[in-house]
């Protein structure tokens, strides 16, 4: 039976609603409720006209859902951040939190195909109600197309060699399983880095399939506007491709990093960083394996 405590084990739980500086009576923001660790720590800060939004685009995580008049959980995902907010009549927030990635729970469900632990479809949807699926990836991107995949969103140097073991398998029969998957890549795979880059395989397929780079663009930018001037952004992020939008976020007020200056040369992005990159405790990280890449950044609204 899932349950919240096992669907997901927050990371950096203390740190990453610390640097929200909650204000009792303020308007929050957790963009990934997933078996709501961290919205719950939320709620145990906020006083009774205070709110809390979560989202979740996942069905799984509904079953998670506090019973509390001071929360809403919207089925959404969190790139539509700023029409949801229009449709709650919220015009400005007082903090955002997002704990970004995969959740445990998406890894240890042997039914996803999220992991190469488990033989499953190859389905890595998020949201499982709509979209295509890592299979349909597999078997009707171009060779080129997928070799951009593996290139961008896995950092793969041997991204080519990887779309055309893909192009060739799938001329004998579709691409289903995570078996299947495994079966024409390890061989490309130095056996020193096999599981770093398997891992990097499946990581490049679940961005595509749920086109997260895209979705984190829009929720920051969506955020950068919501926040009122000493609202806090709060994200956790897992790789450097998240990572390094949210620092230029943070740093430069757009995802692309560019660097606006005034007339005297001052960057005059919309925030301020609060904190130096914070990351789990040698503790955390054995007790959460999947805390061991995060790292978390705080930024305030100016």
């Known amino acids: 039976m899932i349950t919240a405590e096992t669907y997901h084990v927050p990371v950096l739980l203390k740190e990453s609603v610390d640097g929200l500086d909650i204000q009792p009576d303020g308007i929050y923001v957790d963009v990934t409720f997933g078996g709501g660790g961290h919205t719950r720590?939320?709620?145990?800060?906020?006083?009774?006209?205070?709110?809390?939004?979560?989202?979740?685009?996942?069905a799984d995580a509904e079953k998670n859902?506090?019973?509390?008049?001071r929360f809403t959980f919207v089925r959404s995902n969190f790139r539509y951040l700023a029409n949801w907010m229009r449709y709650y009549g919220v015009d400005c927030i007082d903090g955002l939190l997002g704990d970004l990635g995969v959740s445990s729970h998406h890894f240890d469900d042997e039914t996803r195909g999220f992991s190469f632990r488990f033989d499953a479809p190859l389905d890595?949807?998020?949201?499982?109600r709509a979209g295509q699926t890592a299979a349909d990836v597999l078997n009707n991107y171009t060779e080129q197309q997928l070799a951009d995949v593996f290139y961008?969103?896995?950092?793969?140097?041997?991204?080519?060699?990887?779309?055309?073991?893909?192009?060739?398998y799938r001329k004998t029969k579709p691409i289903a399983t995570t078996a299947d998957?495994?079966?024409l890549v390890e061989p490309l795979m130095r056996s020193e880095r096999e599981k770093k880059d398997l891992a990097r395989v499946y990581q490049a397929l679940r961005i595509e399939v749920n086109h997260e780079m895209e979705a984190l663009r829009d929720m920051l930018k969506s955020a950068t506007e919501l926040l009122a001037t000493g609202g806090r952004l709060s994200v956790i992020t897992y790789h450097s491709l998240e990572d390094r939008i949210v620092k230029n976020v943070m740093k430069a007020g757009n995802a692309e990093g560019y660097i606006e200056q005034d007339f005297y040369?001052?960057?005059?992005?919309?925030?301020?960083?609060?904190?130096?990159?914070?990351?789990?405790?040698?503790?955390?990280?054995?007790?959460?394996?999947?805390?061991?890449?995060?790292?978390?950044?705080?930024?305030?609204?100016?």
Do not use: W
Not at 47 to 57: A, E, I, V, W
């Open 181 to 183: 998957l495994c079966e």
């Open 65 to 69: 859902i506090v019973d509390d008049e």
């Open 152 to 168: 961008l969103y896995g950092e793969l140097k041997q991204a080519r060699r990887i779309a055309k073991a893909v192009a060739d």
């Open 41 to 58: 720590e939320i709620l145990s800060r906020l006083g009774k006209r205070g709110h809390l939004y979560s989202f979740d685009q996942d």
């Open 124 to 128: 890595m949807r998020m949201n499982k």
């Open 265 to 302: 040369g001052r960057i005059t992005s919309p925030f301020r960083m609060v904190n130096k990159i914070i990351t789990p405790t040698s503790e955390e990280q054995l007790e959460n394996p999947r805390s061991r890449s995060a790292k978390l950044r705080i930024a305030e609204k100016m």
